[in-house]
């Protein structure tokens, strides 16, 4: 039972990633439940999740209904996330072990053939980042803007695809960040982090202008 409900959550997720089902669309449990091919019980729980997530949002007496996209709620998320990074940066720098940073090098490669691998190999290694920082309020803050960051990544970047030349520059960035975390240079990784977050705030917010499905 358990895997059937990971793998509804995993489809409906995708799909509001992928804008199959857009912004903005209410979504009936029983439609679906057909779609998906089981009982309405692991629909519901995954809606619930992904409200949490800030993926869905329910509305009284109508059901649930994809979470809509706008201009100032993209910008908000951005500006959340350099503040809570940087924030869980300085804890990783200040409290963690040696041991403790050592498995960051797993994060130094990624698939970089598509918006859509990059971004969930940034959601899981930003998530890692904060998982280390030893503030476990902060980590789950940051895990639930990651979900809500990744389709932003999804509808605005495919828009601008190509003025990204790749991303090989993102993931420099996340090695440079390693390094810095590594060597215990708190002053260098903020600043990798701000630059990093920064670049990535221009690019979505110039994509997110060109999308009609954006309030």
Same mark, same amino acid.
């Given at each position: 039972?358990?895997?059937?409900?990971?793998?509804?959550? &995993?489809?409906?997720?995708? /799909?509001?990633?992928?804008?199959?089902?857009?912004?903005?669309?209410?979504?009936?449990?029983?439609?679906?439940?057909?779609?998906?091919?089981?009982?309405?019980?692991?629909?519901?729980?995954?809606?619930?999740?992904?409200?949490?997530?800030?993926?869905?949002?329910?509305?009284?007496?109508?059901?649930?209904?994809?979470?809509?996209?706008?201009?100032?709620?993209?910008? &908000?998320?951005?500006?959340?996330?350099?503040?809570?990074?940087?924030?869980?940066?300085?804890?990783?720098?200040?409290?963690?072990?040696?041991?403790?940073?050592?498995?960051? &090098? !797993?994060?130094?490669?990624? &698939?970089?053939?598509?918006?859509?691998?990059?971004?969930?190999?940034?959601?899981?290694?930003?998530?890692?980042?904060?998982?280390?920082?030893?503030?476990?309020?902060?980590?789950?803050?940051?895990?639930?803007?990651?979900?809500?960051? /990744?389709?932003?990544?999804?509808?605005?970047?495919?828009?601008?695809?190509?003025?990204?030349?790749?991303?090989?520059?993102?993931?420099? /960035?996340?090695?440079?960040?390693?390094?810095?975390?590594?060597?215990?240079?708190?002053?260098?990784?903020? !600043?990798?982090?701000? !630059?990093?977050l920064g670049a990535s705030r221009r690019k979505i917010m110039k994509g997110l202008s060109r999308r009609p499905i954006v309030e």
């Amino acid at each position: 039972m358990d895997l059937i409900r990971h793998r509804v959550l &995993d489809r409906i997720r995708s /799909d509001i990633f992928t804008c199959e089902i857009p912004p903005g669309a209410e979504i009936r449990e029983t439609e679906l439940a057909e779609k998906y091919e089981v009982s309405k019980s692991p629909v519901r729980e995954a809606l619930q999740r992904l409200e949490f997530e800030g993926l869905v949002e329910t509305l009284p007496r109508k059901g649930h209904r994809v979470t809509p996209i706008s201009i100032s709620d993209a910008s &908000d998320i951005l500006e959340m996330r350099e503040t809570l990074e940087a924030a869980a940066v300085r804890r990783m720098v200040n409290e963690c072990e040696d041991a403790q940073l050592k498995p960051l &090098d !797993r994060w130094r490669d990624a &698939d970089t053939s598509s918006i859509e691998a990059f971004a969930e190999y940034n959601r899981d290694f930003h998530i890692a980042l904060a998982d280390l920082c030893g503030n476990g309020r902060l980590a789950e803050d940051v895990r639930r803007l990651m979900y809500s960051y /990744d389709r932003l990544c999804v509808v605005s970047l495919s828009q601008i695809r190509d003025d990204l030349g790749g991303f090989e520059q993102p993931l420099a /960035d996340h090695v440079a960040l390693i390094d810095a975390i590594q060597a215990r240079d708190a002053r260098a990784a903020v !600043r990798i982090v701000d !630059r990093h977050l920064g670049a990535s705030r221009r690019k979505i917010m110039k994509g997110l202008s060109r999308r009609p499905i954006v309030e």
